[in-house]
C-alpha cells in the first residue's frame, strides 16, 4: 500500500476487477497494482493483450458483482492456513495471523489495506484500456462517470 490518494472505494474495485482478470485468464492475481482515486492500473503475468470482447465481459462481470451489493469482510486466519490457499508473496513475512478479505462468495485473497463494506459503495468501473509487453499484461480502469 501507501500509493498516493489510495481510496478505500477504489481499493475495493481493484479487488473486483483483479479477481475477475486472475478467474477468467486463470492467471493468478496481478502481481503489481496502481491504485489511484481516479484511475488504476493492473498488472498481470500474461502472454497476450486482451481482445476488446474480454475487456467488455471483464466490465460487464465487475459491474454485476457490485450491482449484487455483496458484503465485505474480513477473515483471520494463521499463515499456514492461508499459505494452503491462497498466494501470499505479495504479503510481509513473519505475520502471526493473515487477514483474507471476502466479497460475497466471488473473491477472496489476502490484504492489509482499507475496504467498503459492501459493493453497493462503489460506482459502475469502466475498463479503460489494456496492453502486454514482455510478457506483462496491463489493464486500465477507472469509474464510470454519467
Ligand atoms: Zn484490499
Redesign the pocket.
Known amino acids: 500500500m501507501g500509493e498516493k490518494d489510495y481510496d478505500p472505494v477504489m481499493?475495493?474495485a481493484e479487488?473486483l476487477v483483479n479477481g475477475t482478470i486472475a478467474r477468467m485468464l486463470g492467471c493468478g492475481r496481478a502481481f503489481s497494482t496502481h491504485i489511484e482515486k481516479k484511475k488504476s492500473k493492473c498488472d498481470f503475468r500474461f502472454p497476450r493483450n486482451l481482445t476488446p470482447e474480454e475487456l467488455e465481459r471483464v466490465e460487464q462481470t465487475v459491474n454485476s458483482q457490485i450491482a449484487a451489493k455483496l458484503g465485505v469482510r474480513d477473515e483471520l486466519l494463521s499463515p499456514d492456513e492461508a499459505g494452503a490457499r491462497y498466494s501470499l508473496e505479495r504479503l510481509p513475512e513473519g505475520a502471526e495471523s493473515v487477514r483474507i478479505?471476502h466479497i460475497g462468495d466471488y473473491d477472496a485473497c489476502p490484504?492489509i489495506?482499507s475496504?467498503v463494506t459492501n459493493t453497493a459503495e462503489i460506482p459502475p468501473v469502466s475498463i479503460i484500456s489494456s496492453d502486454c509487453t514482455d510478457g506483462v499484461l496491463r489493464v486500465r480502469f477507472k469509474f464510470r462517470k454519467n
Open positions: 481499493h475495493t479487488h478479505v490484504c489495506g475496504h
